[in-house]
């Protein structure tokens, strides 16, 4: 067998090659094809707002790597602090104070926060929180919402959007009853009842894995509040939402305090970063100093948080009125060409986070969210946006990450592509 990745392959050629040694050809479920059909374009490399594939065809990038990049591929400053760092050594098992730089830089960055735990990725950082939250609170019950997703550890994944969605899945199997005996599963933008076992609600301040879906008015208010009222911890699972919608994220935005973060994605600066952050009192529960145990061999690792460091130090008020005007730009742009093609369409845009529903009114939750996507019109959209060299994610659940390396020509583009794409997805 050539194993080498320098002979000329096409993609479809790549993809049976990957599907004879990983399973489904893919990593991550979110990146295969299986709800939009098809199979998926392998990528040579990226720089900025693009991608390059096997095949040297170029597509504007809006997936980013699901937000994990904010300042388009290849980022300079990001690039020469990894390669200054892995020139040093890229794991060592002690401490290093390029861990210490990039907790900092999340307090500086988010008021409320004391201290900080790195991991390698969102799905460690929301379990951590899960395990703290009970051991602080001495409860077991969490209360989580449709369509959000907080990674795949078993407590988490009950009725959680995104890829498992996509797949048409109610949850996974492998789960087992006695895992998700304590989620309890609430509609999103409802006010759950908050009983005196339950341990921590956790929420995405703004929905990001059913679509886009924002916070209606009052409801992380409201939340706090039940929750405080309740004696359960609230979490916002900032994975998405930090560093992203804003400089401090959602919980500036919205000026809504909980009382644990979940970061991930933007903080490691496109290498595996993720973070479990609070005040004092409760993140001290973690071990060494409290009972709570969690850990991990290449958390902080040098090169993620050096890149995370570097994405951050970047990130000013300025970049956060830039973000926010190219998303306005498309989302205005996206609903003006969709709907004169006779499409009924809903652009939900939080700052610079936006999504496409193929709906008739606004979608609040989970069901109005699925049955919209029941019409089946993105997957005729995605591929007709695709070829033209527009790639979102293959997935109807997923959202649009513009980034800093957008231009306005670059959105330009894709509104006048996005007209075609949608007379073609109508016929
Ligand atoms: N939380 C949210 C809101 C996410 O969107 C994701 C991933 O997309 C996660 C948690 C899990 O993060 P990771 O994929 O790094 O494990």
Redesign the pocket.
């Known amino acids: 067998m050539d194993m080498s990745n320098e002979v000329s392959m096409g993609n479809e050629a790549a993809f049976s090659r990957a599907c004879a040694s990983l399973v489904g050809g893919v990593n991550s479920p979110v990146r295969s094809f299986t709800s939009v059909g098809g199979s998926p374009f392998f990528i040579r490399e990226g720089h900025g707002s693009y991608v390059v594939d096997i095949e040297g065809r170029r597509y504007l990038d809006y997936v980013q790597s699901?937000g994990a990049i904010i300042h388009g591929h290849g980022d300079d400053g990001v690039l020469a602090a990894v390669m200054d760092a892995a020139r040093k050594g890229t794991t060592f098992g002690a401490p290093t104070l390029g861990e210490v730089e990039l907790a900092e830089r999340i307090k500086a960055k988010v008021p409320g926060i004391d201290l900080v735990r790195l991991t390698s990725?969102?799905?460690?950082?929301?379990m951590t929180a899960l395990r703290l939250a009970r051991g602080v609170t001495g409860r077991s019950k969490i209360i989580k919402f449709e369509g959000?997703?907080?990674?795949?550890s078993d407590a988490l994944l009950a009725s959680s959007g995104?890829g498992v969605a996509s797949l048409g899945l109610p949850a996974s199997v492998g789960v087992t009853p006695a895992a998700v005996l304590d989620t309890i599963v609430a509609p999103y933008n409802e006010l759950p009842k908050i009983g005196e076992d339950v341990a921590a609600v956790i929420v995405?301040p703004v929905a990001?894995?059913m679509g886009l879906v924002p916070a209606s008015a009052g409801f992380l208010q409201e939340l706090r509040r039940l929750a405080t009222e309740a004696g359960a911890l609230l979490i916002f699972?900032e994975?998405?939402t930090g560093f992203r919608i804003a400089e401090g994220g959602a919980s500036t935005l919205f000026g809504v305090t909980p009382d644990l973060w979940?970061f991930?994605?933007v903080i490691g600066g496109g290498l595996p970063v993720?973070a479990v952050a609070g005040p004092e009192e409760i993140m001290a529960y973690l071990a060494p100093t409290g009972p709570v145990y969690q850990a991990g061999t290449l958390s902080g690792n040098p090169l993620a948080t050096a890149a995370g460091s570097a994405a951050l130090r970047q990130l000013n008020s300025a970049s956060y009125r830039m973000l926010a005007g190219r998303a306005e730009q498309l989302a205005f742009g996206l609903t003006k060409v969709i709907e004169e093609a006779d499409l009924a369409v809903q652009i939900q845009r939080v700052e610079s986070l936006l999504g496409i529903f193929f709906a008739d009114e606004p979608v609040t939750n989970y069901r109005e969210a699925v049955s919209s996507v029941e019409r089946g019109i993105y997957a005729h959209f995605f591929h007709a946006m695709l070829k033209r060299g527009i790639a979102m994610a293959p997935g109807p659940y997923e959202v649009l990450f513009p980034g800093l390396a957008h231009t306005v020509d670059d959105v330009d583009k894709t509104i006048d592509i996005a007209s075609a794409a949608a007379v073609e997805a109508r016929d």
């Open positions: 699901y990725s969102g799905t460690e950082a929301t959000c997703y907080h990674g795949h995104s995405e990001a894995n699972d994975v998405i979940c991930g994605k993720g």
